[in-house]
């Protein structure tokens, strides 16, 4: 990586390095760190912080989520985990949006189990938190899978949706989007004359948002 970035001297000693040098990997020296570090005493090591414990938790979780060889159960302790994470921690929003795990979430508000359906939109929700995040969640499809959730989903999907919608319509571009797809300002509607008492007050919320954009 040192020559690659175009550096020819030695990082330690700062000599200049010969035109071409002959690099051979020491794949027994690194094997011999990786199992050092499995095995140095706890007392001996410095103790990780905890968003660095947390950043570490977050990876494993993501893969488990990613992962088509994941059972419902193993992704639904997943969702529930990042749903935790990403509610207090900008980065592990940030690095749950990068790593491609939007795409699982969205397969999962897809599921019929009603609990993955609600973690997965909980967890789409903390994402969306992040203004970066608000245009690219809409690119990505969650607009179908929001106003499909607003029509047969259980009460707390209905207003976990509405409320998704709320935050997707701080950017005004997303309003103009969300208006301008089929049912989605009905569904609140409909959701605002029948829901309960959570439903219709997140219903009245996007709503609100989302006819500030006069063509709404």
Do not use: M
């Not at 189990?113 to 809409?138: A, F, R």
């Not at 009460?155 to 301008?180: F, Q, Y």
């Not at 309960?196 to 948002?209: C, V």
């Amino acid at each position: 990586q040192w020559i690659d970035s175009g550096n020819r001297t030695c990082p330690i000693t700062k000599l200049p390095l010969s035109e071409n040098p002959s690099l051979i990997p020491n794949h027994a020296l690194r094997s011999l760190i990786s199992n050092f570090a499995h095995v140095i005493p706890k007392e001996s090591s410095r103790p990780r912080t905890q968003q660095e414990l947390s950043q570490s938790q977050s990876q494993a979780l993501i893969s488990t989520l990613v992962s088509r060889s994941s059972s419902n159960a193993s992704k639904l302790e997943s969702l529930t985990r990042l749903v935790r994470l990403t509610k207090r921690d900008s980065s592990i929003r940030r690095k749950v949006t990068e790593s491609g795990a939007v795409r699982a979430a969205l397969d999962c508000v897809d599921s019929c189990n009603q609990v993955l359906q609600e973690k997965s939109l909980s967890l789409l929700l903390n994402l969306s938190l992040e203004d970066d995040n608000k245009v690219g969640l809409v690119a990505d499809g969650v607009i179908r899978r929001i106003v499909a959730v607003l029509r047969v989903g259980s009460p707390d999907c209905k207003a976990i949706a509405a409320t998704l919608l709320t935050s997707l319509a701080v950017v005004e571009v997303n309003k103009a989007t969300i208006g301008s797809y089929p049912d989605a300002i009905s569904a609140l509607v409909y959701l605002l004359r029948v829901g309960n008492d959570r439903e219709r007050k997140e219903s009245a919320t996007a709503l609100y948002a989302l006819c500030s954009f006069p063509d709404n």
